[in-house]
């Protein structure tokens, strides 16, 4: 069975612009999570949807906003971004929410210049 | 708020010996994973504990979890340099979402 897949794997950008990053989970697998990874501050939750809808959301600004298509395949998006945004995107899935294990894909991860 | 410490944050250690690693939470929760991170990759699932005191074991690693002490600790048996990689616990949030609170991972490293 494939693994979580995420594109791009690099995108580097420029402050003020936008980017939006996408996430297939695992066949079968409806919950999709987001998590943002820095040195500085580690891994951090962004949100979590699950049957299209938003389950959980991080302390996070509004910047940061996500979506869940029928197909259970997510995108989360950024707008006006800020140099400290440079980070490594994660996204998980699990078969259901709050039950299963979350196995993670590769990363997208974006350079703000 | 829910916060989780590890520690060490650094472990260099040689190949053979023996060591723990320890992730404290501060709030009850039903699920506490182990991931493994190589340099520039994704997180790897090692294990998922549910109960107190849960105990399981793959290869030369080993973990457990004591849900009233709010502690896990992932033991590492004769360790070889495959193992050095950055290892993170993350507490499940008992609210039936996929929210994960990550320690601050502890980073491995044996040689020879």
């Known amino acids: 069975k494939a693994g979580v897949t995420q594109t791009p794997r690099y995108l580097i950008k420029t402050r003020g612009q936008q980017v939006t990053l996408s996430c297939s989970p695992i066949?079968?697998?409806?919950?999709v999570s987001w998590y943002q990874q820095t040195p500085g501050q580690g891994l951090q939750f962004l949100f979590e949807?699950?049957?299209?809808?938003?389950?959980n959301k991080g302390n996070f600004p509004g910047r940061f906003s996500g979506r869940q298509f029928s197909n259970s395949r997510s995108e989360m998006n950024v707008s006006t971004l800020e140099l400290g945004d440079s980070a490594l995107y994660l996204c998980?899935?699990?078969?259901?929410?709050?039950?299963?294990?979350?196995?993670f894909g590769p990363g997208t991860r974006l350079t703000v210049l | 708020e829910l916060k989780v410490e590890q520690n060490p944050l650094f472990l260099s250690m040689q190949e053979g010996k023996n060591y723990t690693i320890y992730c404290n939470y501060s709030t009850t929760s039903d699920r506490l994973y182990w991931y493994r991170q190589d340099p520039g990759k994704s997180l790897e699932s090692l294990f998922v504990l549910l109960s107190n005191g849960a105990v399981k074991q793959e290869g030369r690693l080993m973990a457990s979890l004591d849900t009233k002490a709010r502690l896990s600790t992932l033991h590492i048996t004769a360790a070889v340099h495959d193992l050095s990689a950055t290892y993170f616990c993350a507490v499940d949030i008992p609210d039936n979402t996929d929210k994960l609170i990550f320690g601050t991972g502890t980073r491995l490293q044996v040689f020879p």
């Open positions: 998980a899935s699990s078969l259901d929410s709050g039950k299963d294990t979350q196995y």
């Open positions: 066949s079968g697998h409806r919950s």
């Open positions: 949807y699950f049957s299209e809808t938003q389950r």
